[in-house]
């Protein structure tokens, strides 16, 4: 059981280029999240999904958009790289409650530098 | 000011010793609190969850709520060299998951 996958793992981007990180889940969860993770800040949203077709904003969705055109698949796209964009991603998934156990499965996390 | 709030740490704590790790939050309206557990270079994990007030036990893991302070607490007896990692809490509004607010976490070392 594989649970979520991220590809890539470790990304070097020049400043201005463009880029694709993709989250797998096999769980079929409805929620999908992107979050970004700086050291002091913890976890912050930048865009989620509640289903197949839908993606919302969070906290810190500048500079980056998201696509979700099948249920398992989570893109979270850079169009013009920034230094401030450095940073450890995260993509997570979930279901709505059940018996009040929501949870929220990681990925292992795209560690993304931006020169 | 932050919504979530917890102290970075490091906490270092000799092998055996009880660790208390805390988050304070400013939005009444939380109703469900968290503890993810976060191995170095690896996503987080669920550790305990808890819903409104009260203790919840998991063998070596207490979590505490008290919504009247906007406190919530993790309790590690009998901490392990194993569980050094960072503690991230979190909490949502609602039982739907689409909202959580994440503290920015405790790395927290157990020395053998």
């Known amino acids: 059981n594989a649970g979520v996958t991220q590809t890539p793992k470790f990304r070097v981007l020049k400043t201005g280029q463009s880029m694709t990180l993709l989250c797998a889940q096999d769980?079929?969860?409805?929620?999908m999240y992107w979050y970004r993770q700086d050291p002091g800040m913890g976890l912050r949203l930048i865009h989620y999904s509640v289903g197949e077709g839908t993606t919302a904003k969070g906290e810190v969705p500048d500079g980056y958009n998201v696509s979700r055109l099948k249920k398992q698949n989570f893109l979270l796209g850079l169009e013009s790289a920034a230094p401030s964009q450095t940073s450890v991603y995260f993509c997570?998934?979930?279901?709505?409650?059940?018996?009040?156990?929501?949870?929220?499965?990681f990925g292992q996390g795209t560690r993304l530098t931006v020169v | 000011q932050k919504e979530v709030e917890q102290d970075p740490g490091p906490l270092s704590v000799p092998e055996g010793a009880i660790v208390s790790l805390n988050c304070t939050y400013s939005n009444s309206a939380f109703q469900y609190f968290m503890w993810y557990r976060q191995y170095s270079r690896k996503g987080p994990e669920l550790l305990m969850y808890t819903y409104s007030s009260g203790n919840k036990e998991d063998g070596r893991f207490t979590a505490q709520v008290d919504k009247s302070s906007k406190y919530i607490s993790l309790f590690i007896r009998d901490s392990q060299p194993s569980d050094s990692a960072t503690y991230l809490c979190a909490m949502t509004v609602d039982n739907y998951g689409q909202n959580f607010v994440f503290g920015p976490g405790t790395r927290l070392s157990v020395l053998p």
């Open positions: 997570a998934s979930s279901s709505p409650i059940q018996a009040l156990n929501t949870e929220a499965f």
């Open positions: 769980m079929n969860h409805e929620y």
